[in-house]
């Protein structure tokens, strides 16, 4: 049997025949995968749409309860129909709700309005559902007290945002809608559309959102793939389900994609496979010994060896190349001392490129890759020391080992390039650092400051001398650019830093709310901002002093800063005023933040002065609601922040 058929039946064995038996497992694998991906998505947007629904909820509560508290709520268990008509009106209003509804200590119906009013809330069912109603409502119940402490019940209503129940179903391509008595009452299917389950039986709840089922169901006459969700009593005026489907036809046509791709990947990878186990059988079949020959001496240094390879084949041709190859190499050695005057100019290139970068990590890079190529050090450790303003300091290196380099060389180097720093060593001395390294030093100086150090390590017996010469110039133009980058990034903090607090400061603040009102507005996403203004300030100054009023100022905007998120932004607005950024925060959950805020200020006590306590008024604004600007966003947080001081300061509004 000739050599090239005992090649390919050997590629055939073990490359061709197990890509095969795995292409066909993969295959059959994700096209059973199928039913099991679209369960998966269907309990993904259950889960998803029931978080949705609970933080509606949520914001229904928070909005009545913040409504009952503006509104006269001793009116509605006191006050005359007309009264009391009047109060819910308003108050639905204020909690931006669709109606209202009151009921006695006996649960009579006393007075409704809007959508929950029922013709005059004379017809309410015992659920709190009202005939004619077309979809379900969210709801929102709250007791008050009424007359002899009787208690009262208030019960707001608004309508689900179905557009946010699409978001959540479009965005894992699923059908979905709101079910009563298997009907469906709003959603992506038609309104009246049944909802039944393979004996024909009204889908009923199947269990919680981690726990659905997906089962057969049959929906406005299309076969479905279905999970229902029952949800909870006490958020809706009536027993509702949350039903996720998908078509039948849609998880098969999925089924049969999967197989078909799998069956023509099965086919290209034989095709491929074979045709590349052919062409190696064929031309892998010439006497190589000769040629394994001329390459072992090439590898002595005998480069003047002509290889003797008769074949006209592509081993002939690869013999041929290889004595190209070998006159290639002799004439690039010689090209290589050349070559090295070119390198030094590169090098005065790179030092341009240093001298004017403010990119400190490309900066360290740049130096440590230019050295190393120059002198052809094993590796190279570039250092930046500690700067007076701002505090930097930063390490770069490359070419060596991590593990030898982290037990050995980390610490020689350190102390090496500290007394080339500190004056104690000379620049360039050779330390040894193993029987196989050694390395040497150059300090970054800038006039008589020393900025950091270059330290190069060669292997034992390298040349260095020439290479001295090479890292002292760099190291110079290395010091230059240092300092650039130095200057550089305090021109920044200066320009963006508040001096009393080290804050940001209004400038820096309304470019940050910008970009971030642009990332809230592309991605539809909430956004708030806090204005704080220290209450009776001027009497603190007037009591204690300036020096204690400034004291106060960096301790309350270290305070700020430590109590919000890494996300948010503190910034001192002006005066005694500082604001906040909170990205992706919605006005109720900035609100409960800015309270905290408010609690903490309050607890700040100064050692240096006894007896100092202050307060703090807080106005809260968001977007899109109260602005789609900075500018409309910062006036109405400082109205709600005089609304505030009006209302007997040491607190929190929101606009």
Not at 421 to 440: C, H, L, Q, R
């Amino acid at each position: 049997m000739k050599l090239h058929t005992k090649l390919y039946l050997f590629f055939a064995g073990m490359v061709l025949l197990p890509l095969l038996v795995v292409t066909v497992v993969v295959s059959l694998i994700l096209s059973r995968s199928s039913v099991d991906t679209y369960e998966g998505r269907l309990q993904s947007g259950l889960t998803a749409a029931s978080v949705v629904i609970s933080a509606q909820a949520q914001s229904l509560a928070v909005d009545t309860d913040a409504a009952l508290r503006r509104s006269d709520a001793a009116a509605l268990t006191a006050g005359d129909q007309a009264r009391r008509a009047a109060v819910l009106d308003a108050l639905a209003l204020d909690a931006k709700a669709g109606g209202a509804i009151l009921r006695d200590p006996a649960g009579t119906v006393i007075a409704g309005v809007g959508s929950g009013a029922a013709a005059g809330g004379a017809a309410a069912s015992a659920e709190g559902s009202v005939p004619g109603q077309v979809t379900p409502m969210i709801v929102s119940s709250v007791g008050i007290a009424g007359p002899d402490n009787a208690l009262w019940q208030l019960t707001v209503e608004r309508p689900f945002d179905t557009d946010a129940l699409a978001r959540v179903f479009s965005s894992q391509d699923l059908e979905w809608g709101l079910l009563e008595n298997g009907a469906v009452s709003t959603g992506s299917f038609a309104v009246g559309a049944t909802a039944v389950d393979a004996a024909g039986a009204p889908l009923e709840f199947t269990g919680s959102p981690d726990a659905t089922g997906a089962v057969e169901a049959n929906v406005d006459g299309s076969a479905m793939l279905a999970s229902d969700l029952s949800l909870p009593a006490n958020i809706t005026d009536r027993p509702t389900l949350l039903m996720a489907a998908v078509p039948s036809d849609v998880i098969g046509a999925s089924s049969r994609q999967a197989l078909e791709a799998g069956l023509v990947l099965m086919l290209g990878v034989a095709l491929m496979a074979g045709a590349l186990g052919f062409l190696l059988a064929r031309n892998i079949t010439r006497p190589l010994r000769e040629l394994t020959r001329a390459a072992a001496a090439g590898i002595e240094g005998d480069l003047g060896r002509k290889v003797e390879v008769r074949s006209s084949d592509e081993v002939g041709s690869l013999a041929d190349s290889f004595g190209l190859m070998q006159s290639s190499i002799r004439d690039y050695i010689g090209e290589l001392e050349e070559s090295r005057t070119q390198l030094l100019l590169a090098l005065s290139y790179a030092g341009e490129i240093l001298g004017s970068t403010t990119d400190r990590a490309r900066m360290m890079k740049t130096t440590a890759e230019a050295a190393r190529l120059a002198t052809g050090a094993s590796g190279v450790w570039v250092e930046l020391f500690p700067s007076r303003q701002p505090p930097k300091h930063g390490t770069f290196s490359m070419g060596v080992p991590q593990d030898f380099f982290d037990k050995r060389i980390r610490r020689e180097v350190a102390v090496l390039s500290s007394q080339v720093a500190s004056g104690d060593g000379v620049p360039g001395d050779v330390t040894a650092i193993d029987k196989d390294y050694e390395a040497f030093a150059f300090p970054l100086l800038h006039g008589h400051e020393a900025l950091g150090a270059m330290v190069a390590i060669f292997e034992a017996g390298h040349p260095i001398q020439e290479s001295r010469k090479i890292l002292a110039s760099l190291s110079k133009q290395a010091a230059v650019a240092v300092e650039n980058v130095n200057f550089s990034e305090l021109q920044e903090l200066l320009a963006t830093t508040d001096p009393m607090t080290n804050l940001f400061n209004f400038r820096y603040l309304c470019n940050c709310l910008d970009k971030e009102i642009s990332k809230s507005r592309r991605y539809q996403r909430q956004l708030s901002v806090a204005i704080l203004d220290i209450d009776d300030f001027k009497l603190v100054n007037d009591t204690f002093g300036h020096q204690a009023g400034d004291e106060l100022l960096r301790t309350i905007g270290d305070t700020l800063v430590s109590q919000v998120r890494e996300a948010d932004m503190v910034a001192r607005y002006g005066g005694e005023e500082f604001s906040v950024v909170f990205p992706e925060t919605r006005k109720a959950d900035a609100v409960r933040v800015a309270e905290k805020l408010r609690r903490e200020v309050a607890s700040i006590v100064l050692t240096d002065y006894p007896g100092l306590q202050v307060t703090t008024s807080i106005g809260v604004a968001s977007y899109p609601e109260d602005g789609e600007d900075q500018t409309d966003l910062l006036l109405h947080a400082d109205e709600a922040l005089y609304h505030a001081k009006g209302a007997g300061k040491n607190r929190v509004i929101p606009a």
